[in-house]
């Protein structure tokens, strides 16, 4: 059965830190680009925010809001992608959905909610 199953999300307080993790089942997790995506309250999932990539060979891409703050990696001997999230903010508060791609073959997770809160 082919699925991404994330976790780690929670509330949080500002400045505080959280690691997503992705786990992957069903495919060969070392070609596929892997992708985290959030989607912030109020808006449609087709309007989702790009937080981060990452590549089969490792190159990462970030979105400009969190860069410096969030890092994406990935160990293909576990099958699983992770978001470390540093100095949280409020606006950070979303879904977060855990992507794969690979040609045609285009996957999402369920999702994980992240809560930046006082």
């Known amino acids: 059965q082919v699925q991404l199953v994330e976790s780690g999300g929670g509330l949080v307080q500002p400045g505080g830190s959280l690691r997503l993790s992705c786990a992957a089942s069903?495919?060969?997790?070392?070609?596929?680009?892997m992708g985290w995506y959030r989607q912030s309250p109020g808006k449609q999932r087709e309007l989702g925010e790009l937080?981060?990539?990452?590549?089969?060979?490792?190159?990462?891409n970030y979105a400009d809001s969190v860069k410096g703050r969030f890092t994406i990696s990935r160990d293909n001997t576990k099958s699983t992608v992770y978001l470390q999230m540093n100095s949280l903010e409020a606006e950070d508060t979303a879904v977060y959905y855990c992507?794969?791609?690979?040609?045609?073959?285009?996957?999402w997770g369920q999702g994980t909610q992240v809560t930046v809160s006082s």
């Open positions: 069903g495919i060969i997790f070392r070609i596929y680009r």
């Open positions: 937080v981060a990539t990452i590549t089969s060979g490792g190159s990462t």
């Open positions: 992507n794969a791609v690979y040609r045609t073959s285009d996957i």
